[in-house]
Structures are given as C-alpha cells and as structure tokens.
T-cell receptor, first 118, second 114 residues
Framework: AQSVAQPEDQVNVAEGNPLTVKCTYSVSGNPYLFWYVQYPNRGLQFLLKYITGDNLVKGSYGFEAEFNKSQTSFHLKKPSALVSDSALYFCAVRDRSSAGGGYQKVTFGIGTKLQVIP | ETGVTQTPRHLVMGMTNKKSLKCEQHLGHNAMYWYKQSAKKPLELMFVYSLEERVENNSVPSRFSPECPNSSHLFLHLHTLQPEDSALYLC?????????????FGSGTRLTVV
C-alpha cells in the first residue's frame, strides 16, 4: 500500500519570505512523487515531479522540491513567496512497482492550504 | 485550459433529479478518472477507465454511474443523490502506463444536492 501525509492543514508565510510545505510518503518500492496546486474553483494543476536523478527538483512558478529517501520526504519549497502563491497544495505518490490494471495508481495527500500574507 | 474540459462547472440538483457530468480530453491519453473532492478529506478515487474499460470502482454507491464511450469522453450519470454527495467532482486523464507523468485534471464540477 502507498500513502501520503501532509502534516499541516495550513501554512502562513509573509510575502517575500521562503516557504516550505511538508510531505512524507510511504511506499513498498521506490516512489514517483508529485506536487499539484489547486486555486479556488479550479482543478489540480501539475507543479513538479520526482522520477529519478537529482534530489532537488525544479518546477513551475519558481517552486522546487527536495526528495529525501532516508526521511521519506518530498517537501515543497520556494525562496520568496508571492501573494499569488496562496492556494491548496497536494503531494502525491506512486509506487514504481505498482503496475497492472492499466492505469497509474496515484495516491494524494489531504492538501495543505498556503496563505501568503502581504 | 489544461486540455481536460468538464461541464457543467456548477450544478444544483434535487434529490430526485437525474443529471450527467461530462469530461472531455484531446491529449491522446488513454486512461480517465473520476475523483470526488470534499472539504477536509483526501481526494477520493471513484472510477477509472483504461482503454475505455472500467478497471476500478471504489465502492461507489450505485446512484453514481460512469460511462466511457470512447477514449476522449467520460460521463458520470447521477440519480437520486443525497446531500452528502455535494462536492467538487474532478475528472483527470493520463497515459495508462507511462509512469513519469502524472494526471491532467479538469477544472471540476461543483455539485450541490438540495
């Protein structure tokens, strides 16, 4: 079984400060990891993914995430937060070894609301 | 637009009504998904279609009935819903087994059952 934990319901950060949104995962094999963002009344938009290679992954809108295998974490980061970054952020995982059924079995976290304060 | 289009964007229906949600993608994807998003809950996977065949049905009540007539279209037929079914219903698509890509989501249908 695979699972994702996002321990914070909400993260508040002042505009211009660095932000971190936390995510830990559990899979039986090696993971594919994803971050999605959801703005109000919209679907989820892909931000970035970790597949293999460098542990630091860069994505859209200046976001990056660091894969830490020993801590089973994939925290989302941005050096300088913008008010427009305020949204709901979802971490997701897929076990590389999960196959069959003919589709991608991705598990999502509960989401973390990011509030950037002007 | 993400390439996955959902209609309608908003829907209010009575408990005795019958309605349908529509999802359309022209990304060349061959797997499509229905998710339910409720406040303070994880995304709930409802149904999965792969190559137009239903491959997953996660204990969803029979008042929800999916249909996938071709690889580009997915429907969710609704009848005799309950107020607790009010939620945002999200459609997503992906390649079946190309693992290094995630899903592409539509903007969702906000359903309110009165």
């Amino acid at each position: 079984a695979q699972s994702v934990a996002q321990p914070e319901d909400q993260v508040n950060v002042a505009e211009g400060n660095p932000l971190t949104v936390k995510c830990t995962y559990s899979v039986s094999g090696n993971p594919y990891l994803f971050w999605y963002v959801q703005y109000p009344n919209r679907g989820l938009q892909f931000l970035l993914k970790y597949i293999t290679g460098d542990n630091l992954v860069k994505g859209s809108y200046g976001f990056e995430a660091e894969f830490n295998k020993s801590q089973t974490s994939f925290h989302l980061k941005k050096p300088s937060a913008l008010v427009s970054d305020s949204a709901l952020y979802f971490c997701a995982v897929r076990d590389r070894s999960s196959a069959g059924g003919g589709y991608q079995k991705v598990t999502f976290g509960i989401g973390t609301k990011l509030q950037v304060i002007p | 637009e993400t390439g996955v289009t959902q209609t309608p964007r908003h829907l209010v229906m009575g408990m005795t009504n019958k309605k349908s949600l529509k999802c359309e993608q022209h990304l060349g994807h061959n797997a499509m998904y229905w998710y339910k998003q409720s406040a303070k809950k994880p995304l709930e996977l409802m149904f999965v279609y792969s190559l137009e065949e239903r491959v997953e049905n996660n204990s969803v009540p029979s008042r929800f009935s999916p249909e996938c007539p071709n690889s580009s279209h997915l429907f969710l037929h609704l009848h005799t819903l309950q107020p607790e079914d009010s939620a945002l219903y999200l459609c997503a698509s992906s390649q079946r087994t190309v693992s290094n890509y995630g899903y592409t989501f539509g903007s969702g249908t906000r359903l309110t059952v009165v």
